[in-house]
């Protein structure tokens, strides 16, 4: 038997889980901080509730199953379904506007590749039943925020805007029925070149006006170049939209850290208002964050109708991009705060002290075994303790224990209470 | 469409989450006080590993399915299989003995019921690579540190000990060959009554002399009893295990939390040493907990021989039981630190505050919408926000602003400095 992990996930070691834990607890700091409540929700879910907002297509990116009791299963590859299922669950019970995040790890049987793995964790912060632009002014700081929690700021990263009313109220501008094929050649352009571009807009159907027509469209840099191509009350509706946005997040000082970026589309995924993803600004890796605002997700899945605005940001690409810029080199982790140590290993006399000292709320280790001295400054060392105290110390006199700080070597003689000021300072 | 949870699993709207995040937290500060580390895994395995470890029959018991690679695999049912292929991959890597804990969610295809759900978490804390009887005695310490720091006591619960390697040499003494047969009736003895128990042991092939040895045996209610029934040095040895196990869990002061209790077989897994299940009192739920000493895991999973030594917490008992105590009645969680709230709403206004309000450090929040004042005050009170600050109270100054803290509903005029500080304290 020789066991490997399952293709696309991974082990957390405890050097890696180091760094799980440090990514999340930034993530929770920062949504408590700006009052987002956490919740969660059930691993798998009926299949249903994804094909029933995605498609039959949908299933080909799935692990899905049917269960021993022949339910047709599937691992969830994303969180919005399941907070669609739960706001629609308790109905008006629920006081609205809900600000929610939560942090569910993910599954999508897709090719790994580098920032792509087959399991994998998202932050999802989304704000239900407002349908105000402060909704997502409220996210995009959210998102810088967070981003700048972990030592990035606008040399890094950049959220770029788009909006999916707009593109919908050009399409309904000039009569083009194929908003999924348009969509699906706009979100392909900055990769596939201008022609390639201009092929599939025909194939979508476009005649060469329309083609034209988008072709300039998607080379304005600023909202006022859009402003040209607005010649119907929804699309100047969408165009106001992005100014409100654009404006408020300019007064609150975040202006170094978004930029207009009309080759967001988001997919085919349900987004019907203003869309963002946040890249490295090399552009050299995936997008580290995604979102946007979704309208009418929750009645396709059986509910009233209510507007949502909501992003998700994964951990692999954000693990690299910090990674990458050193900033993950030094992180202040939980430490053991004192290794008890006995030239000779009386078991009983080891463990009766770090009882005492847990009691105190000392995060305190030793060995379990009766091991040489040397091996067990070696464990000391291993745990990143702070202290080792010498339970069996000469000049121990019952209150006051020989010590030694091993952040700085020095040998000291402390008593209980005053490691434990020390360590709470 | 309407769509719900999949039966056996649960949704965790914000006040559910709220007891999640209390348990997992309490879990994690003890792991971290008795020096254990935090690993993680895959949410699913290959379903070798599973059936390696315990045969093809807990297939049933599973959530397996194939991938679209054709690959079997299983949402892992327990996290002790992962454990061990991390232990085997990394071979003498990895320096030993490790203390190590991680909070998995865990899968089981069985009957919903109270107190068993077919997903839930568990804590697991496991020492893998010292055969020493201090490892039972720091597992059973931290159990009884965790529980106590809940607010549960010796009135509430109780760690049951009993010994699968002093099973297994008394049946060996009594030349007994059916040791999964037997195991199984002496788990269900204490369900079944004495003559079912009986039954149970002359199918599974014991004479009569036997089955009165096992019945007495069962008796037993201290070690002095048990030693009568000892004749072989391995079934010695494992009394005098059990011996060494009480006396250093006394000596330490946790008398009150233990007692020997013989019924405890943990059904057919791996233990191979001194087991342990931990019930509340009254024994009217499930475990809350259970573990043991397992020598052969990993080398049936292709690894080297290695002893280990751990136990699993569940939440759904746990849960229950601190509910059931009135424990969970007024949980310190995160609460929101201030509203910001508008007698006349400028969105901008609100949201540059809670911006700088944030950037301290504290936590904020505010209506998205330019709503009335009560309904303003209705979300302060959702949030269980410590202050209301008013934005453009008549006697702000630009420094010090009008408040009101809701803790004691006294009106108040301070700084967002003062507010700081109050809420750090």
Chains 1, 2 share one sequence.
């Not at 912060?125 to 929690?149: A, F, H, P, T, Y």
Request: charged share 25%.
């Amino acid at each position: 038997l020789n066991i490997q992990a399952p293709k696309g996930t991974r082990d957390f070691y405890p050097e890696d889980q180091r760094i799980q834990n440090y990514i999340f607890e930034k993530w929770k700091d920062v949504c408590l901080q700006c009052a987002y409540t956490e919740y969660e929700g059930p691993m798998f879910e009926h299949l249903e509730l994804y094909t029933g907002k995605s498609g039959e297509e949908i299933v080909e990116q799935l692990y899905n199953f049917k269960d021993k009791g022949g339910r047709d299963l599937a691992l969830r590859p994303e969180m919005t379904p399941t907070l669609a299922r739960l706001v629609n669950q308790k109905g008006n019970a629920l006081r609205k506007p809900c600000k929610w995040f939560s942090i569910p790890r993910l599954f999508r049987y897709e090719r790994a590749q580098k920032g792509r793995l087959r399991e994998f964790f998202q932050l999802n912060m989304d704000i239900m039943g407002s349908d105000n632009i402060w909704s997502e002014v409220d996210l995009i700081c959210s998102i810088i925020r967070m981003l700048k929690s972990f030592g990035l700021n606008s040399e890094h990263f950049v959220v770029g805007i788009s909006s999916r009313r707009l593109l919908k109220s050009l399409l309904d501008q000039r009569n083009i029925n194929s908003p999924a094929s348009v969509y699906l050649a706009l979100d392909k352009k900055a990769k596939i070149g201008e022609e390639a571009f201009l092929n599939l807009l025909e194939n979508a159907g476009l005649n060469e006006e329309d083609r034209t027509f988008f072709q300039n469209f998607m080379r304005s840099t600023n909202l006022s170049e859009v402003k040209s191509f607005c010649q119907s009350d929804s699309s100047l509706f969408a165009l106001d939209e992005l100014n409100q946005l654009f404006q408020a997040l300019e007064a609150l000082g975040h202006g170094d850290y978004i930029s207009l970026d009309l080759n967001i589309v988001r997919g085919l995924a349900y987004y019907t208002g203003p869309i963002f993803e946040v890249f490295d600004r090399a552009k050299s890796m995936r997008a580290i964050a995604g979102g946007g605002r979704y309208d009418d997700l929750c009645s396709t899945l059986g509910g009233q109708k209510m507007t949502g605005v909501g992003f998700g940001m994964g951990d692999v690409v954000l693990k690299d991009l910090l990674s990458e810029n050193g900033l993950l080199d030094d992180l202040k982790t939980p430490k053991t705060d004192v290794f008890v140590a006995a030239f000779q290993f009386d078991s009983l006399q080891v463990f009766s002290l770090c009882e005492k000292l847990r009691n105190m709320g000392v995060r305190t280790g030793s060995s379990l075994e009766p091991v040489k001295f040397r091996k067990q400054l070696e464990m000391a060392d291993t745990l990143k303790s702070r202290f080792v105290l010498f339970v069996d110390g000469e000049k121990n006199d019952g209150q006051f224990y020989e010590c030694k700080d091993l952040s700085c070597g020095e040998q000291l003689f402390l008593s209980l209470d005053q490691i434990m000021e020390i360590i709470n300072e």
